[in-house]
């Protein structure tokens, strides 16, 4: 399963670690997780919570079973984060092979340009007047993640694959 649901890129790894410990061992709702996921982090709403624990579910940290989610005993370490984003979340292969295709840095727009026609169809009549805007925001934060799991770099205002 991939998630398509990004949350802002937090300053560093440790977040994660955080975000997942919230998730607790046995079972529960959606909202006592969040909740959880609010307590013991920075964030503050709890559409932010909601957006981890699916992003968390996608990451393989978290599942989700008929009694409520739960979190998984693996650490995140970088390199596990690296692979499981790049399997377990929409897009984040496609964004990453377009900054390696790239003869130049590129922004946020020109990726999203050149990654726009594998967003399913489904997305865009979700969101027929909106659809552009929901996946532009996810494709910058899908090259700020690239970003902190040391994928992509930032350079000459815009993203290129890393080394």
Same mark, same amino acid.
């Given at each position: 399963?991939?998630?398509?649901?990004?949350?802002?890129?937090?300053?560093? *790894?440790?977040? /994660? %670690?955080?975000? @997942?410990?919230?998730?607790?061992l #046995?079972?529960?709702?959606? &909202?006592?997780?969040?909740? !959880?996921?609010?307590?013991?982090?920075?964030?503050?709403a709890?559409?932010?919570?909601a957006?981890?624990?699916?992003?968390?579910?996608? *990451?393989?940290? /978290? %599942?989700?079973? @008929?009694?409520?989610?739960?979190? #998984?005993?693996?650490?995140? &370490?970088?390199?596990?984060? !690296?692979?499981?984003?790049?399997?377990?979340?929409?897009?984040?292969?496609?964004?990453?092979?377009?900054?390696?295709?790239?003869?130049?840095?590129?922004?946020?727009?020109?990726?999203?340009?050149?990654?726009?026609?594998?967003?399913?169809?489904?997305?865009?009549?979700?969101?027929?007047?909106?659809?552009?805007?929901?996946?532009?925001?996810t494709?910058?934060?899908?090259?700020?993640?690239?970003?902190?799991?040391?994928?992509?770099?930032?350079?000459?205002?815009?993203?290129?694959?890393?080394?």
């Amino acid at each position: 399963m991939k998630v398509k649901h990004v949350p802002a890129a937090p300053d560093d *790894l440790a977040f /994660v %670690e955080d975000a @997942q410990r919230a998730v607790p061992l #046995v079972p529960d709702s959606q &909202d006592d997780c969040c909740a !959880r996921i609010l307590d013991r982090t920075d964030l503050v709403a709890r559409d932010e919570a909601a957006t981890w624990l699916t992003f968390l579910r996608g *990451l393989g940290l /978290v %599942e989700r079973g @008929q009694s409520g989610y739960s979190r #998984v005993r693996r650490e995140p &370490d970088p390199e596990f984060l !690296r692979e499981a984003f790049l399997t377990g979340v929409f897009g984040t292969e496609d964004v990453l092979g377009v900054l390696r295709d790239a003869d130049e840095p590129l922004t946020a727009a020109a990726t999203f340009e050149r990654v726009r026609d594998a967003i399913p169809e489904w997305e865009r009549h979700k969101n027929p007047n909106t659809w552009t805007d929901i996946w532009t925001e996810t494709v910058e934060n899908e090259l700020d993640w690239l970003v902190l799991l040391g994928l992509a770099a930032e350079r000459d205002g815009g993203y290129v694959a890393a080394d």
